[in-house]
């Protein structure tokens, strides 16, 4: 069951979204080379609770951080430990924040120092396609209408969605219908309608669509070993023009 929020409510969301934007730019103005993914999530963590928040993953069906941090081939749900970031390195920086109750989720990959132009391509593509999806998140569309819209950005750029993890609904619980593929053809799915909060979140390989999750049984890879992408901003559908980004970081506000 889709569970429509109340413009109160959507309030609460964007306050507990806020956190999530504003740990995130922290964060990741921290990425160096050298730096520890440890590191990285003492500061997320730090920052949310500065901010009077709750962090949405810590514990989370026994995810042991408040960050997921995931370098290179790591597509989802990177565990922080002591491993080092080198320059060249990209890493997806995935967030969430409690603030009344609700839920706030954001995601951003990073540059380590200087990267390659095909790395920087794929990085620049993925968040395209994130703000693409949004587009289509207007009051009588229909689901799928996002997820094609990132499908055929990323696709024409000559990458693969995943297609194991999707976004998802979010308001009282982290995860919530509708799942949000990021494939699919136009037209299908339910009505957009105004109090749906959704969390749109390509994920993008550069090889192939395929992922495995390894023995730690939360960190996915690339079955190819290619590198991967990942955007996620937290959006409330408005009664009449586009949906509102809940999660906008003022660093990539557009």
Known sequence: MIILKTPAEIEVMAQASRVVAEALEIVAKEVR???????????AEEAIRARGAAAAFKGYRSYPKTLCA????QVVHGIPSKRKLKDGDIIGLDLGAIVGGFYGDSAVTVPVGDVDDQVARLVRVTEEALYLGIKEAVVGRRLTDISHAIQRHVEAAGYSVVTEFVGHGIGRQLHEEPQVPNYGKPGQGPRLQPGMVLAIEPMVNMGGSAVRVLEDRWTAVTADGSWSAHFEHTIAIQPAGPARVLSQRAAVAR
Do not use: H, K
């Not at 995931?70 to 081939?73: I, T």
């Open 33 to 43: 080379a050298g730096i520890t993914t440890d590191e990285l999530d003492r500061i």
């Open 70 to 73: 995931s370098v290179n081939e």
